[in-house]
């Protein structure tokens, strides 16, 4: 498996990935050379860089800024028209039904009168 392709969802996987970035800190921080974790790690001086810049990248990725709450979900503006039509179609109905119901109360025989 390439190393763009790994996740370490294996436990193998995982703990290398924990040994690459624990080499990456130690030269950070000046405790080894560059020189020293590649070869520690095996690769060429060019590769632990390649390693170090992608895993310095991903992690201003994943310390930026996020926005709060879910995000949010596409309009779409035929489902919004529709939406505004029902909720018209809705208020015209219980209109009418009131409206039905005045009506059959109005024509009720008046019990009162017999």
């Given at each position: 498996?390439?190393?763009?392709?790994?996740h370490?969802?294996d436990?193998?996987?995982?703990a290398?990935?924990?040994?690459?970035?624990?080499l990456?800190?130690?030269?950070r921080?000046g405790?080894?050379?560059?020189?020293?974790?590649?070869?520690?790690?095996?690769?060429?001086?060019k590769?632990?860089?390649?390693?170090?810049?992608?895993?310095?990248?991903?992690m201003?990725?994943?310390?930026?800024?996020?926005?709060?709450?879910?995000?949010?979900?596409?309009?779409?503006p035929?489902?919004a028209?529709?939406?505004?039509?029902?909720?018209?179609?809705q208020?015209?109905?219980?209109?009418?039904?009131?409206?039905?119901?005045?009506?059959?109360?109005?024509?009720?025989?008046?019990?009162?009168?017999?």
């Open positions: 498996m390439s190393d763009q392709t790994a370490p969802s436990p193998s996987e995982h290398l990935a924990r040994q690459r970035a624990h990456i800190m130690q030269v921080s405790r080894i050379t560059a020189e020293a974790a590649a070869r520690s790690l095996g690769i060429s001086r590769t632990y860089y390649k390693w170090e810049r992608r895993a310095l990248a991903a201003v990725a994943a310390l930026g800024n996020r926005d709060q709450g879910r995000p949010l979900q596409p309009r779409d035929e489902k028209a529709l939406r505004r039509q029902l909720t018209e179609v208020a015209k109905l219980t209109v009418l039904e009131q409206t039905e119901r005045l009506r059959q109360l109005l024509s009720a025989p008046d019990k009162k009168n017999r």
